[in-house]
């Protein structure tokens, strides 16, 4: 009796561990947002001239589940952009820095991320889990990439990388993305310097 006792009480521990892992797991997952602030001026601008893509206003829903097609067409639209786009500073391009704009074939980060959102949503995706981010990368300099919303958690489509990461999977500090309820508001990232070891390697 006592060893069944005991056997019952092991099994109750190791359930409560795992339980506690798999949410610890599920919170970091997903980004933490706070208060609205301050948008980027380079989206203020970017606003004025395409009101309607900042115009857009969305309800409160739990991040969707991707199907393995899902998965498909959003690493097929992240390696397309990235190849076919070629990396510019505004300065290269404008002759003046933080210019925001659909990229013909050259641009920066942000115009990388505009792009696939605009492709993304013209997929079936929402606007309101296809957000722009603005990130700090290792060396301190500013960096923007598109953070997707999903049911597994935040994933990064980046750029500099061929891949698409869950969020922690990055070196970044993340300091603030598009609300997910307006495209024309911006929120903190109140777990921006979560880091797993992976990403430090």
Known sequence: MLSTVRGLMAAVIALAATTAAASELRSDASMI???VTSQPIGHYEFCQRHADDCAVRSKAAPAPKLTPH???VVREINSRVNLSIVAM???EIYGKEEVWEYPKDAGDCEDFVLEKRKLLMEKGFSAADLLITVVR???GEGHAVLTMRTSEGDYVLDNL???VKLWTD???TFLKRQASFSAGRWVTIENGNVVVVGALR
């Open 161 to 163: 990388s061929a891949d």
């Open 89 to 91: 500073t505004d300065q």
């Open 70 to 72: 899902g998965w498909d």
């Open 137 to 139: 990368k290792p060396d």
């Open 33 to 35: 947002t706070g208060s």
């Open 170 to 172: 990055t070196p970044y």
